[in-house]
């Protein structure tokens, strides 16, 4: 029932298959039952850990209000009639504890081998059937015989992206004209050299180009051409040339541009 709790429904077994891996024979345990430790090792054939503790009462309940299970041993003839299975049975034993009260917070709910399945039990009576166990083998009733079945915790299947590295542009050679995005197939990036973030334009946006050059790396999520690319001026970008269509500057539209970007500035300044 622990194990089955601790890996989330994954290890779904009976007791007696724990037999072969808890380091006692069939004999052994017929003459002298299992221990916490016992438990620990058989889990381990499966991965997982039976966290063993010594602790009082107190800190059982604490660890059941945090969400984690508990393995009490305990004295089965200490247990009131309403919480026992079996009228014969008056030695040592041991319950598993699930971390589900009662609304009054008064009972927990128990898996019991010798009921066959889970019940409520009051935590006047777990309490007493484990500080019983104490005292007969340790004489302190504070030190009890248990053990913490940590609560099943989902895997990170959502890692954190690493950063990825600014694009270099290699080869540079200054160029101007304009560079609008193709109409067909859809909208067109342009992406960012400082952190590779995509800028999605509208069909037939035009951009000034102030030069070209080739990635490094080349971009490894667009099909085609994915190196030869023009700089884009007032982005900071850059545009895959197999995306666009390019018009060089003349003479004139050279020098309008810059006057025009002349004007632009100066009007800023004041």
Request: proline share 6%; aromatic share 8%.
């Given at each position: ?5 601790t890996?989330g429904?994954?290890?779904s ?11 006692r024979?069939v004999s052994?345990i ?5 221990n ?10 499966w ?13 059982v309940?604490?660890?059941l209000?945090?969400?984690?299970g ?5 004295w089965y003839?200490?247990?009131?009639a309403?919480?026992r ?10 319950v ?7 609304g ?19 935590l ?8 019983q166990?104490a ?10 015989f248990?053990?913490r ?19 270099i542009?290699?080869?540079a ?6 560079a609008?995005?193709?109409?067909t ?6 992406v ?23 990635l ?14 023009w700089?884009?001026?007032d982005?900071?970008?850059v545009?895959?040339k ?14 309008q ?7 632009k ?6």
């Open positions: 029932m622990g194990l089955d709790f890996t429904g994954q290890v077994i009976w007791g007696g298959q724990l037999i072969p891996y808890c380091g024979t052994d017929i003459g002298r039952g299992t916490l430790i016992n438990v620990d090792n058989a889990w381990h054939h991965g997982q850990d039976l966290d063993i503790r010594a602790d009082p009462f107190e800190d309940v604490r660890t209000t945090a969400g984690d508990v393995i009490a041993q305990g003839d200490a247990l009131p309403i919480d299975c079996s009228d014969t049975f008056d030695r040592g034993h041991a598993y504890v699930h971390p589900a009260f009662n009054n917070k008064t009972s927990v709910l128990v898996g019991d081998p010798l009921c066959g399945g889970f019940k409520y039990m009051r006047t009576s777990l309490r007493a059937y484990m500080e166990l005292r007969r083998e340790r004489n302190d009733e504070d030190r009890l248990w053990g079945a940590p609560r099943f915790q989902l895997p990170d299947t959502d890692p954190e992206e690493p950063d990825m590295p600014a694009l542009v290699e080869k050679a200054a160029a101007s004209g304009v609008k995005t193709k109409v197939g859809g909208k067109r990036a342009a960012q050299i400082a952190d590779r973030e995509y800028i999605f334009l509208e069909p037939g946006t035009s951009k000034r180009v102030i030069g070209q050059g080739m490094v790396p080349p971009l490894d999520d667009n099909p085609g051409d994915r190196s030869s690319v700089l884009i001026g982005e900071l970008a545009f895959l197999m995306d666009v269509d390019y018009t060089p500057d003349t003479a004139s539209t050279f020098n541009g810059v006057e025009a970007a002349s004007k500035a100066l009007e800023a300044k004041q």
